[in-house]
């Protein structure tokens, strides 16, 4: 289909996170990952979150999850065996999260080791957390290159954000030194409300050139589209939202090649 194929040198791993509950990281990580394949790169999306909209659901792909990421650590299956390829996006792998298992036996080493092995096969590996800045927030950030934090376009849209990045501080400081904010990711915003805008500005002017400039607007079909387990590329191709996660998939490339 006269796609590029643009292999990066060695992968990059992304951390997607927010100290802040429903902003929209599970959608952004399900979105951006089918666009990043979209363009050719070979993506692996690692849901290390135990929640109800796990990212499997969100890509359709729940049924056919047969191991997941506790089986993995646990030694009961290799990383290869748990991985799904979905079968929209063949250049795109999901590793599904459990969800009955306690996640709190997953280490920061079980992170690294996962993402050491599948390092050479991927482009970008984009991990999904939970909004808690829990142990394995610190440990998958522990094993990133960058982390991408959403921030929606709502009240207290800030609230959570001094926390995570005192804690990105910590990081860099004493467990990851090579951590880099990716950047910050608008979402769910709407031009005509006034409060949209504010927090637009209000993101701006406190993190700069760190704010991706594409904006996620709030868009039914995204809200929609896990109901229909489909991500909404699949769902709605001509959406807003399938547009406006287009432009950020390109925005980090092009960010990833500067
Ligand atoms: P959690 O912290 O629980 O993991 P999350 O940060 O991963 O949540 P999502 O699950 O991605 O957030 O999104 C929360 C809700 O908002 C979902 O119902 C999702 O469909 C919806 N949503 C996400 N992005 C948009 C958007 N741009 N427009 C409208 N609805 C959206
Ligand atoms: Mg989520």
Redesign the pocket.
Known sequence: TGVQTCALPISRRIVIT?G??????????ANLGVYLSKLGFRVALLDV?I???NLDV?MGLERQVVFDITDVVSGKCRVRQALIQDPNNPSLYVLPSSHTYASSKITGEHIKNVVDIIDHSFDYILI?C??SLGLITVNSLTAADSVII?VQCEYFALEGLGKLLSTIKLIQKRLNTELEIEGFVL???DARLRLSNQVVEEVKKNFQDMVFQTL?????K?????GFGQPAILYDASSR?SE?YMLLAQELINRNQE
């Open positions: 927010s802040k509950g429903g902003v929209g990281k599970t959608t952004v990580c979150d929640g109800l909209n969100i999904d939970s909004p959403p979402t769910m915003y996620i607007n709030r868009n039914t995204l809200a929609e589209a896990p939202g406006d």
